[in-house]
């Protein structure tokens, strides 16, 4: 089996799953109203594995591993702090287990390490000497866990995304950066999101200052994910200024209203394929995929993308 750095080396566009923790919520696991999804691989193991095979099925590359909202500040807030090595471990085990139940190819497991706190909290990132302690941890349990990558998802600040990106970079492992974007009324002001408040925008750091802090560490990968689709380009467009290297992009479609994730006005297969195709022949990205609200259908119609016509 190639690494995951072998792999990206090739040229060709790498195939990320969808969503996990809505796609879990969506087949009935329940979200809990501080740390979301972080509780399912507890309360519902079957079910995060089922959604991992079916992305497998659907032609993913790459699977994330439930740890999203794992981290140890964050289960603290539901007095889990000290099963937090626990379920990221067991995390990282429902993945591997989906992987040899089902793939028959290459498949590669990726750690999530996100910026989200506890969904409760005043703030919009955490920011403390314990939270640092946190992400650490969390790093070096994945990786003793036995992920591939490790993806920062929804960097959107300086001070907490290089917190989380050095954690992660301390492992060894390859770490690719998912940054989290919301865009003015004009289109042009580009800021890191506000999750309480997606309007927020005069408060809000600059993308580029973002960019260029956390992208001056020894990534593989950035990119864009868990923003709206209509904000996607002017991300990438930013983000082409600042960064030369690998690019990934995945959307969030949907609504979230805490703790759950509603998918009445989410973005159909057919039409998300229509925007990943824009994404990768505008700015020739390498790794592709989906976020909240995409499920296993969005991933197989992409795949079938790839495999026609790259």
């Not at 290459?106 to 302690?133: N, Y």
Request: net charge negative; charged share 25%; with cysteine.
């Amino acid at each position: 089996m190639q690494s995951i750095t072998e792999r990206l080396a090739t040229g060709k566009i790498i195939l990320l799953d969808g969503a996990v923790s809505t796609e879990v919520q969506k087949r009935g696991a329940s979200m809990d109203p501080n740390v979301w999804s972080g509780l399912t691989t507890k309360t519902n193991p079957d079910v995060v594995r089922e959604v991992h095979e079916d992305y497998i099925r659907a032609g993913s590359e790459v699977i994330t591993a439930n740890t999203y909202s794992t981290a140890r500040h964050v289960l603290e807030s539901i007095m889990l702090g000290h099963e937090a090595k626990l379920i990221n471990f067991k995390s990282v085990q429902l993945a591997k287990e989906a992987r040899d139940n089902t793939a028959d190819r290459d498949v590669w497991i990726a750690g999530s390490m996100s910026s989200m706190p506890p969904l409760t909290s005043d703030h919009e990132v955490a920011i403390d000497a314990h939270a640092e302690a946190s992400y650490r941890e969390q790093a070096e349990v994945l990786a003793q866990a036995g992920v591939d990558l490790i993806i920062t998802e929804m960097m959107r600040d300086i001070e907490n995304a290089t917190m989380v990106v050095n954690a992660a970079l301390a492992t060894g492992l390859p770490v690719w950066v998912g940054f989290s974007t919301m865009v003015d009324d004009s289109g042009m002001d580009v800021r890191g999101l506000h999750w309480k408040n997606t309007h927020d925008i005069k408060n809000a750091e600059d993308f580029s200052a973002i960019v260029n802090a956390v992208c001056s560490q020894s990534i593989q990968a950035a990119g864009i994910m868990h923003t709206r689709i209509g904000g996607i380009d002017q991300a990438l467009e930013v983000l082409n200024k600042h960064w030369t290297g690998a690019k990934l992009a995945y959307a969030e479609t949907g609504e979230f209203i805490q703790p759950d994730w509603h998918f009445e006005e989410a973005c159909s297969p057919q039409d998300y394929l229509a925007d990943v195709r824009k994404w990768v022949e505008r700015y020739q990205l390498q790794i592709v995929g989906g976020c909240c609200g995409t499920g296993p259908e969005h991933i197989r119609l992409i795949r079938q993308y790839l495999d026609d016509e790259i």
